[in-house]
Every structure is written in structure tokens, then in C-alpha cells.
């Protein structure tokens, strides 16, 4: 068990080496690989408007991811309506629920498996928090675990903030309209071919705008572009 303990803190210690929030997602999977029976979603969710919510990564099964998006369970789930006015760590027991749909998702949960849960929410702008949340097989999350969990979601939490505000200011990036209003279209959920069809732009067009705005925000892919945007508050979905 002490092994077990050292070797989780090792890992969560090499977040810090981190560049980029893939390779920080990449290191924080390796923690719960070795911990085993937990799985768990990273998003940014705004304080007030219930329906901005934006995933970050995810070990939950990809089909039950598919079905919580179509479902659009973001905009009733009980866990991150929580985090909108709980400070603390906080377990699935204490989330209220309140109506037959947030009651219905919860059993959906423990339908495929997961028994028990966990949830950190942490600042990273006036707006928006960043929530881990952490569901496992076990009826209960042992504290050796919820310890772990809890260095190793803090560090990442100061790893995040790192990478997406120390290389780029608002000061230092600004985004053309168009650009602004791909990436908003982006933060909605469109795809190119989306895209181009309300601005009426070419898909081509809207691939060289995206292009540039990873660029400048240091983004890898389009959704890091979204979530570092919104950090700098250079967008407001």
C-alpha cells in the first residue's frame, strides 16, 4: 500500500513537466491507471449559465460519453450544478437532487458500474472553475485514495493554470472579429462545415482563421484554442 502511495506521488510530481494540457491529461490518466478502479471528466464550467460547460478530457467510457452528450445531461447533471456554489471537495451523497431527470442520470450511472463518486471544483477565472469529478466501482472512495485524488487533482489544477495563462496575455493576443466569431461557433459544438455554412465563408476559410487563432493562443487543437479564449477572456460563449 505504502508503494502504491509513493509511487501516485511520483506521478502526480511529473505533471509539472508538463508543456501542453495533453501531456498533463496524459500524466494525470497515469495516476488513475494506477489506482485502477476510478474514472473521471476535467471540464470548465461557467459559475452562472448552466449550459457552458466545456470537456477537457474524459476516461469515462466512450459510449457512455456519447450518450451523456446527445442527452445534454451537462445541463442537469447534479455533480456540476454542485460546483456552482460548493467551495470544497464534495462526494456524490452530499449533490442534491432535485427533479426525476437529475434522479434518472444518477441511476444511469450506477446502472453502468459506478457506485460512488468524488468532485473538486477549483478556480481559474471570475467565471468559470475547473471540476474534476471522479466516479469508482466501490461503494465508497477510501480516504488512501481520496488522498491521492485529492494532491494529485490540486496539482493538476496548478499545472492547468500554468499552461494556459503563463505563455499568452490578454494583453499579449487579440483575435480579429472573425476570428472571434469562428471560435464562438467553435464553443458551441460546430464543426468546418458548420461553420462556413452560417458565415457564409468557405470550409477553407474557416480552417486558415482556426489555424491562426491556435497559433496565437498556443492551442494544439481546437478546444484547448476555446478553453485558453475563454481564460483570457477574449470570447464569452
Known amino acids: 500500500m505504502l508503494h502504491l502511495f509513493e509511487d501516485a506521488l511520483n506521478s502526480v510530481e511529473s505533471m509539472q513537466n508538463s508543456e501542453n494540457i495533453n501531456q498533463l491529461n496524459a500524466e494525470f490518466r497515469s495516476i488513475l491507471t494506477k489506482l485502477k478502479h476510478f474514472v473521471h471528466t476535467a471540464g470548465l464550467v461557467h459559475k452562472t449559465r448552466v449550459t457552458e460547460c466545456y470537456l477537457i478530457d474524459s476516461t469515462y467510457p466512450d459510449d457512455w460519453m456519447q450518450h451523456y452528450i446527445d442527452n445534454c445531461y451537462q445541463n442537469i447533471d447534479p455533480v456540476i450544478a454542485t460546483a456552482r ?17 437529475q434522479k434518472n442520470m444518477m441511476q444511469e450511472f450506477q446502472d453502468i458500474g459506478f457506485r460512488s ?110 478553453v485558453q479564449a475563454i481564460n483570457l477572456g477574449l470570447i464569452h460563449p
Not at 189 to 216: A, C, F, P, R, W
Open 85 to 101: 456554489h460548493e467551495f470544497l471537495p464534495y462526494g456524490w451523497g452530499s449533490v442534491g437532487v432535485r427533479n426525476k431527470s
Open 117 to 226: 463518486g468524488y468532485a473538486v471544483p477549483l478556480p481559474v477565472s471570475p467565471s468559470m472553475l475547473l471540476l474534476v469529478g471522479m466516479a469508482s466501482n466501490d461503494k465508497e472512495i477510501n480516504f488512501r485514495d481520496r488522498t491521492i485524488l485529492q494532491i494529485a487533482i490540486n496539482q493538476y489544477h496548478a499545472c492547468y493554470m500554468q499552461i494556459t495563462n503563463g505563455g499568452t496575455s490578454k494583453e499579449d493576443c487579440s483575435l480579429s472579429d472573425r476570428e472571434r466569431e469562428c471560435l464562438l461557433w467553435v464553443a458551441q459544438g460546430k464543426n468546418t462545415l458548420e461553420i462556413s455554412s452560417i458565415l457564409n465563408i468557405s470550409d477553407n476559410t474557416v480552417k486558415y482563421h482556426l489555424k491562426n487563432i491556435m497559433q496565437k493562443l498556443g492551442a494544439h487543437n481546437r478546444i484547448q484554442a476555446v
